[in-house]
């Protein structure tokens, strides 16, 4: 079973109009970690935001802000006011805290990524 | 802002040969991580490494790879007999202890092509 889904493979959206991205995820433990990254065409990964699974109030970054509805294992991005600089791979990844170092050290599972195209 | 450097941003080898991706990690941070990426498709953890040893690895991480930090700034990671499949874009990562909330940062990677 998958960890992480990302069910929008691509998403077209128009320059100045919100958008969400959608995350679900899979785990059984209580504590762990939600992640955005961005991949533009370069290749490079850009950590965008963070919600812990205690965290009582969704996570907010400038423009980025992050959906989090734990009942539903939900964690969407919406991003404001896109700009055509946002078109790049988003890649949701979850982090559990599992290994010996009691999280420090846990590699993070990543969802398939939405290709977000932003149209002027 | 400080950063995790790579090197070589890319590399082409023989298959068979052994290969070397060398990444200098944020020099105050403790945990080190290899990712890799095959074109199209999502990034998977290979292993993670935290006061000098192993504390986790996929079953991507077989014995033909390791990871050696051979002093107190290079994390390095070997391809002992490359395979045509191993061709990806190969991260390295670190986060700070405690940097569950802070988040790792990666480096701009390198993209190995074995031929």
């Known amino acids: 079973a998958q960890k992480i889904t990302q069910t929008q493979p691509g998403m077209f959206v128009q320059e100045k109009e919100a958008v969400t991205l959608d995350c679900t995820y899979d785990?059984?433990?209580?504590?762990?970690?939600l992640f955005w990254y961005k991949q533009p065409s370069s290749g490079e990964m850009i950590f965008l935001i963070y919600?812990?699974?205690?965290?009582?109030q969704n996570a907010t970054e400038g423009r980025y802000s992050l959906n989090f509805q734990k009942a539903r294992k939900s964690a969407n991005l919406v991003i404001s006011a896109s700009q055509l600089g946002d078109s790049a791979m988003y890649f949701c990844?979850?982090?559990?805290?599992?290994?010996?170092?009691?999280?420090?050290?846990?590699?993070?599972?990543f969802g398939k990524g939405t290709h977000l195209i932003i149209q002027p | 802002e400080p950063e995790v450097t790579q090197t070589p941003s890319h590399q082409v080898t023989q298959m068979g040969q052994e290969v070397i991706l060398r990444c200098v990690p944020i020099?105050?941070?403790?945990?080190f991580y290899w990712y890799r990426q095959i074109l199209g498709q999502k990034v998977e953890f290979l292993v993670s490494?935290?006061?000098?040893?192993?504390?986790?690895k996929s079953e991507i991480f077989d014995d033909q790879f390791s990871v050696e930090r051979p002093d107190g700034s290079n994390f390095t990671l070997k391809i002992r007999s490359t395979k045509l499949e191993d061709s990806a874009m190969y991260f390295c990562a670190s986060s700070e202890a405690g940097g569950f909330r802070l988040g790792y940062t990666f480096g701009s990677g390198t993209r190995l092509t074995v031929v």
């Open positions: 990844a979850m982090r559990e805290v599992r290994g010996r170092s009691g999280g420090g050290a846990d590699g993070l599972t």
């Open positions: 490494f935290y006061n000098n040893e192993i504390s986790e």
């Open positions: 020099s105050n941070h403790l945990y």
């Open positions: 785990t059984s433990d209580p504590s762990y970690g």
């Open positions: 919600q812990g699974s205690y965290d009582q």
